[in-house]
Each structure stands twice: as C-alpha cells, then as structure tokens.
C-alpha cells in the first residue's frame, strides 16, 4: 500500500514538473541559436590561437581578429576594413558570430563554408597580405606549433588546410544563445517586454520575417538589396554577380545576421548607414515598399536588441614565441 | 600525559616541515616578481576594457592592446609598431608586462609611471592620433561605460585623468611570476638546469647583472647605449637626451627588463636585432667590452629564457555598443 501511495505520489509530483515548465514556442519562424554538439577542444583551441595571431598576416600586424574583434560583436564597426598599408577594403566586415549559420560566406558568398573563407583573407593582398605558403612556412618555424598541429591533426607537416580546419572549428564555437528573445522562444513570457513584442509583431506583419528568419535572423538566403526601390547609396558593389556572372544576380546579397545586430554598426554591406532606426527604414522602403511610422520603427529597433546573445567568454590566448627561421614581419607597403 | 605527546609530535612535525620547506635564496641581486598587492578588480576590469578599446583611437581601429599585445609578451614583435594610417614608430615597443616596476616609462623615461604613459599614445598623431577630449567624448557617449566609470570613481563626469588611473591599474596587474629562475631564486634546486646556472653565473661574472637586476631583471636605471664601445647601429635616437637636454645624457635609454625576453624580439630601442644570442653578443662589447664565447653566449641565452613567467591570464573583453552620440570612426590618414 505504501509503495502504490509512493508511485502515485511520485508521479503527481513530475506531471507538476511538466506542468510548471515553460512551454516552448515551436510555431515561431525565428528558432534559437544553438551550442555546436560535436566540438574537440583542442583543435578549438589551436583555432583561437591561430584566429588571434597577427603572424598570419605579412605585416605581423593584423589577424583575424583586427578585422571580427570579439570585443566588438565579431566585427570591427568600421565602415570598411583596414587591411595591410592601411588600405581601405572595398565591403563592411560581417560578423564571425554565428557564422556558422550562414548558407555561404562572405557578401557574395563566394566561400562555401567557414573551412574555405579562412584562407580568404590571410593570402588578399589588401587584407593580412600574406600567402598560404608565407603563413605555413611561418607557422612550421614555431615547435610549438608543430607540436599542436600534430597532436590535433596526426601530422607531421602542417598545410593551409589544417589552418582553415582549425580557425573554422573555433569559429564554430563563436555561437551567442541565450538572447532575450531565444529565452522568451524557450516559453520565458517575461522575457520581452510589451514593446519588444509589438516590435517583433510588426517585424513579421511588415514581412522583414520572409528574409529574416531561421535560427541566425537571416543568413540562409540572397536576396536582391533595393528588391522593391532601387538603393543608389552604393551601386558599384555586385555583389552575388561576381561570384555566378549572371546579370540577374547583380546587388544580390547574402541576407546578414540580426543576431547582436546593436553590436555590429555600421550597417549593410556598404557600411553607410550608423543608426539601426535608419536601417530599418532602408529595409522597409528598398525591399518592401513600405515607411513604417517612427513607433513602429522603434518598436523594431526594440525587437532587434533582444536578439543579443551571450557573447563567447574568450580567454585571451598566449601565442609562443618566433625562432631564428621565423619569416620576419614585412610592414612595407 | 597524552596531551605531553601530542604537543610534543605535533612541535616535531612542524619542525619537518620547516626542515623540509626549500629555503629562498634571499641574497641574489635578482628578486622575485611579486602579485600586486591592493587592487581594486572593478577599475582594473574597466582598465582592462580601456587597454583593448579601439575607440580610444581616431580610426577606431588600434588600441594599446595592437602594440602591447597580451597574446605576445606585451609588445608587438615588430621593428618598430605601426600607427594611425600605417605611420611606422620610431621606435621599438618596449613590453607592458612587469611594466610597473619601471622606473619610468618610455625608453627615454619621459612619462614618470604608468599612469601618466597611459595619456601619450592615444593623444600622439603617430600612434593612436586622437585626442584626449575626442577619447572623452568616445567614451562618454556610451552608458555603460559612463555608469562604470562612476561606480569605480564615484564621477558623474569621465575625465581623461580617469580613463588613464583604470588603464594605470589594469597593467599593474600585469605582471608575470612563477618564472622558473623565480622558483630557483624561491628555493627549487631543480627549477634550473646545470647549464642554466651557469648562463646565469656568466651573467654575473661578465657584469651584465649591474644594470640588469632587481625584481625586473633591469627597468632601474638610464645607461648609455655604447658605454664602452660606441653603438653605431642608430645614431639618431637620441634617448635620455631628448627628455633632460643634456648632452652627457645622449644615447641614454631605460635598461629594459629582461623579464620574458624571448616572448619579446626584436630586441633594443631600434628593433634592430632579432636573435636573443646576437643581442647578447651585442650587449657584452658594446657595454662592457667582452667577447663571449659561443658557449657562454649560449648559456647566458639559456638562462635568460628561465625568465618567462607566467603570462597574465586575461578574459578578452565585451565591450558595450557605440550610440548615436558616438563620434564616428576616422580612419582618414
């Protein structure tokens, strides 16, 4: 008798559990970001020393992380990046947070994926003005080096492509859960405030939910920027047309993140426009035609704050020494 | 009886342990580095957002962190450090670890402690080329930092003054102990090799150790770059002299600390040498009219190398969003 008491007890007990529990909210368009499953922290580990270290860059200077400060919401908040010689890139810095998301890298999308994008920028002439060949060479000169190298990747000789693995398995791990509003998706109703909420209501009414949308806000698509009035701020930036050469791709762009979208002004990929209020409208008008009033921009703006996330907690990594065969820093122009 | 017993064993076992407890060798004329003592965390984690700050610049692009980096030695591993709009310094990048027990700072010794060194580089138009209203102005602009600012000094109002005191005590934080000549200097027979102490033997007996000493291992006094044959390398830097204007105080510089020097090459004011062998060599003639030989060059290199101590383990910032009140990024040159 005591036993079935004890059950019976028991049982009410956990329905109570699951009655309490906040319910998530699965019907939404927007899905939380997520911790990567399957991580070896040691190639993580290689790939954080390797995404700060300034001698992947000819100058010794610039690293992945001049460019994606994760200080600074995974970019530079700079119009345009500074490259080598102080030169001035041609496109805004995207975010390396969440990056793992997007359908491809880079504006364009010309890299397939994160292994591919980190050999982009170490061998551009305008951005770390290395070569791959530079970078290895470098790299091999270090024990330290190559003792990691072999301990992650079983060889005895390290190439370009264990650097990509190994930046792009860090980068894997540059994930922001836990916003406001992923919280508020878990089924937390207290998590948004009344204005935030108005703000993602109009967010979906407005139809900026059809581009952005999906775990990362955005990301998983190209989208024409000025779809409905052409945007003449920049029109010599082709965008996705570099990459397929098709005329009907011109101004074409990967759709970027929203995540931590107050962390990452300036904004669009001409990096012209400072004021996420402003960005809002740019969005409403080019792309769907519509002007918003100042509430119902506001109220977006108060959505778009909730969407920042934990920022990854970096411990500041301590890269080992240059040797005698360490190819020097070349700083000239 | 018993109670006889037990005070008597536990006095014996005391005894052992002090018996057993390695005794410090107090006599050397290199002291341990120590761990400050009072510090405040909060002004320190503020200080510490300040070192990584690249708003502090005009670009928005360098901070102190792109030419004291943290991830190597303190200091930027270049000839000399690049500033705003790739304007090279004229002179080397001497280390920010241990940088509180300098006498002064600067190779010329013009800022008197870290508090007033923290002031010069954001206002120098070489190097970070903003001004210490504009870095006010950055910072005011934004809530956070505007709320912990007042929390750590209790000011309504950011003042220069203040930015520099936060910064001043995050670098005192940055010091580097348990190096393993500490460990010998703390008693550990084993912390050095046979090889080590003689390297650090030679260093005494050649008389490198008169101006490098003290916890520092150097960083205590001014001396002449050439005091016994003349260095003929660079001529123009004019050290000392440029702070004092006396002409017995040409070539004059900061004997810099010896602490982690194989984290911190190229080596000397002008950047000149890269092997820690040939910067010795260079030190034995030029200072005290010695030629080593390759095996006590050798030695002394690998006693310099038991100086690496532990690097500061630092968690990379957040730092809070810009607002529309931020003054914009300048990246003109």
Chains 1, 2 share one sequence.
């Not at 020393?49 to 300034?54: A, G, R, S, V, W």
């Not at 060479?137 to 190994?166: C, D, W």
């Not at 703000?199 to 581009?211: P, V």
């Amino acid at each position: 008798m005591k036993t079935i008491y004890m059950i019976a007890g028991f049982y009410l007990f956990v329905s109570s559990i699951n009655f309490l529990q906040a319910k998530p909210r699965t019907g939404e368009p927007i899905q939380p970001i997520k911790r990567p499953s399957k991580v070896n922290p040691k190639e993580v580990e290689l790939g954080k020393k390797l995404f700060f270290e300034p001698r992947l860059s000819k100058s010794g200077f610039i690293s992945c992380n001049s460019c994606h400060n994760l200080a600074t919401g995974g970019a530079d908040n700079l119009k345009s990046s500074i490259g080598h010689g102080w030169q001035l890139g041609p496109i805004n810095s995207p975010t390396v947070l969440n990056s793992s998301y997007n359908l491809a890298q880079f504006w364009d999308g010309r890299a397939k994926d994160l292994f591919e994008q980190a050999g982009g920028p170490i061998a551009n002439p305008g951005e770390m003005a290395s070569t791959h060949a530079l970078a290895v060479k470098t790299l091999s000169s270090i024990p330290e080096y190559r003792k990691e190298f072999k301990r992650v990747y079983g060889t005895k000789k390290i190439k370009i492509e264990h650097v990509q693995r190994a930046i792009a398995a860090f980068e894997k791990t540059l994930v922001t859960p836990n916003s406001r509003f992923d919280k508020w998706l878990g089924g937390d109703d207290k998590a948004l405030s009344k204005h935030e909420l108005t703000g993602y209501q109009n967010f979906k009414k407005f139809g900026c939910i059809t581009c952005h949308n999906g775990p990362a806000v955005g990301s998983n698509s190209f989208q024409k920027f000025g779809m409905v009035h052409p945007y003449t701020k920049d029109t010599k930036t082709l965008g996705r047309f570099n990459v397929t050469k098709k005329p009907a791709d011109k101004y074409f762009f990967k759709v970027p993140t929203l995540r931590n979208i107050e962390l990452t002004a300036p904004y669009f990929h001409d990096g012209e426009t400072w004021s996420l209020a402003e960005a809002v409208k740019i969005m409403a008008w080019h792309q769907l035609g519509l002007k918003p009033n100042k509430d119902e921009v506001k109220s977006i703006v108060a959505f778009l704050k909730t969407l920042t996330g934990e920022q990854p907690k970096i411990v500041y990594p301590v890269l080992p020494p240059s040797t005698g065969a360490t190819p020097r820093p070349d700083t000239t122009k």
